[in-house]
């Protein structure tokens, strides 16, 4: 069974940065995607980035995200990371880590992902 385990959730200044990890485990193939997806109070869950483990073109970022957070993955561990700089409070919400159950062309949709965390709060506020 695949298990995904958010951390690194905290409270940053607007402009700041910060840094999410994602340790996953259980995956049979050492092919597979990781995706962050993030929900705000009130609005539905929204994809933000997601690589695949072996393809370093096979990699998505939201278009809100797109030359703020990177995504990546400790190349001796199956933990992802997401890097996000120039932080604003839109960014605030809780982050979740999912993966598919198999190895596609990686996309934002929800319904893509069947593993998920339980996710951890960043909170972008001064």
């Known amino acids: 069974q695949v298990q995904l385990v958010e951390s ?12 999410l990890s994602c340790a996953a485990s259980g995956f049979t193939s ?3 995607n990781i995706g962050w997806f993030r929900q705000a109070p009130g609005s539905e869950r929204e994809g933000v ?12 970022y939201a278009t ?7 995504i990546s ?10 890097q996000m700089n120039n932080l ?19 996309d934002g949709y929800r319904s893509t992902y069947d593993y998920w965390g339980q996710g951890t709060q960043v909170t972008v506020s001064s």
């Open 73 to 82: 993955k400790d190349k001796d561990k199956d933990t992802v990371y997401l």
């Open 30 to 32: 050492p092919y597979y």
């Open 8 to 19: 690194g959730g905290g409270l940053v200044q607007p402009g700041g940065s910060w840094r």
């Open 64 to 70: 809100s995200v797109k030359g703020r957070f990177t």
């Open 49 to 60: 980035a997601c690589m695949s483990s072996r393809d370093a073109k096979n990699i998505w």
């Open 88 to 106: 604003g409070p839109e960014d605030t919400g809780v982050y979740y880590c999912a993966a598919p159950a198999g190895h596609y062309r990686c």
